[in-house]
């Protein structure tokens, strides 16, 4: 028989087969190939093949088994060739989009990143996408973002900008996250008003996602395990839930739709969406993380700025008062003897005829007198004014300063200073000096009356509209004991100076204070109790 084909020939010429073409002159030395690639799709080959059966010939038979085998084989590895591109498309396209997200610090520009992905085109191009994450409390499972088209003249205009702009999906995260994050949400602001979910009912399908961690298709809104509220707010009967969950973590849920399309969503697309929520949870993590370290190293910084005002302010406080007292106590020594002076030069000037020479003399002393004493009194008042007698303090950042500087004095001693400071204290109305002045001087003494060794407990908290600052020591309590000028502010003969440091003490913090007590604590030392009022009424003294 003679073939109409070249399949019979081991060796061919370029114009011996029309099906060659000028770049594929190798297959022509090639029968296998030549065979493989082109004699099974050339019309005269089928020609042979029918001539073959009409011919009866034995080979026809097998030669036609032969070839349905190689045509389902060459099948079969074409679908495993698009299979593989479609992978590797799938790798570039997450390998993209984890390396966008690996950058990311921002939650905002995470979240624009994994939402554009899920819709996208050249993602996995789903119509919707909604995205509920768990509230700081961790008690509910909260709508806070929502992305794609609300109808279908809005989904024609956005596949409009895209096919025009021809962005790829980094570009289009990074314009999503400029130029329409705000937008996007208060677009669907009344169905992530409502996708609100308590995370305590482990029935609902939402929250039974997270917990059992996988993926779920539902295909049937009115199925019974769906929730008819859920299925209500979104509005489709098809939606897929991706749980996002990084290190046992619970972060959120994303639910995508083709309320557009309508096309179906597949297991291969569930599967391929479901390999980007780990990557997505642990950048919206991170991110969270990093937006709430943010926030405390603001708040640190602010917190520190005020302590470095409120220091300024005390050491200033600190060196007017020092100069009051130094006024003050020069004044008082002026006072008294300027006092006598011109008190008995008055009572000469009594006794003084109009016409006696000393007179003049007396009333120029008396009358230098007043203008002195005038002139002290109005120094006097400087030193009563230089400082502010009420200000805005807070009492937990007194109690670290002071024990910071009484710490200084128990280092080597042996004794131990304890802090137990109630948080969020509001801050009081008081004599920041006086007041400090007084808890150093309790603690001062605390100190010297112990043992190593000791311990000094320095506490606050807040008792309906009062602070109270509790001081607590184990120094022995003596027969008579210089702390006893607290017990006892009217005792008298008192020629220790400490004991009348003590007793000034008690009488400013009484003055200061809405209450101030003190008691003896049974071998145990003693306990110190400052109450501050919260009204500015009730903490101005005159």
Sequence with gaps: MQSECCWTKEVITPDECCSISTDETDLCTSLERRFLAKCLECPLFVKDQERLTEEGNPAAPLLRILITEINRKKSRLNTLVNFLDSRNLEIQFLHEIVAVLQTSLELDEVLSVALTAITAGKGFGMNRAFL??????????????????????????????????DLSLREMATQFHQTKFSAEKNKFHDILERLSFPMSDEGHILIRSLNERRAILVHEASNKEVDPFLAETIGVDTFLILPLISRNRHIG?????????????????????????????????????????HDDLEKLTVANTKLHEQQKLIVRMEKLALLGKITSSIAHSIRNPLTVIGGFARSLLKNVTEHDPKREPLENIVQKSKQLEDVLSEVLGYADSVLPAIAEWDVNQMAETISREVLKKTEDAGITITLDLAPGLPMVYLDYRQIAYCIKKILSNSIKAMTPPGEIFLGTKLADDSIVVEILDTAPIPEREAHEAFLDPGMTGLDDTCDMELSFCRVILENYSKSFTVERRAGQGRRYLLQFSLKKEDSDHE
């Design 253 to 293: 849920v994303i639910l995508a739709d083709n309320i557009i399309t309508r096309k179906p969503i597949t297991q291969q697309d569930m599967s391929f969406m479901e390999t980007l929520t780990f990557p997505v949870a642990f950048a919206i993590e991170r991110a969270s993380l990093y937006e709430r370290l």
């Design 132 to 165: 509920l994450l768990v509230d700081k409390e961790r008690t509910h499972l909260k709508g806070y973002l929502g992305v794609g088209p609300r109808n279908y003249q809005e989904a024609w205009e956005i596949w409009e900008e895209i096919s025009r702009d």
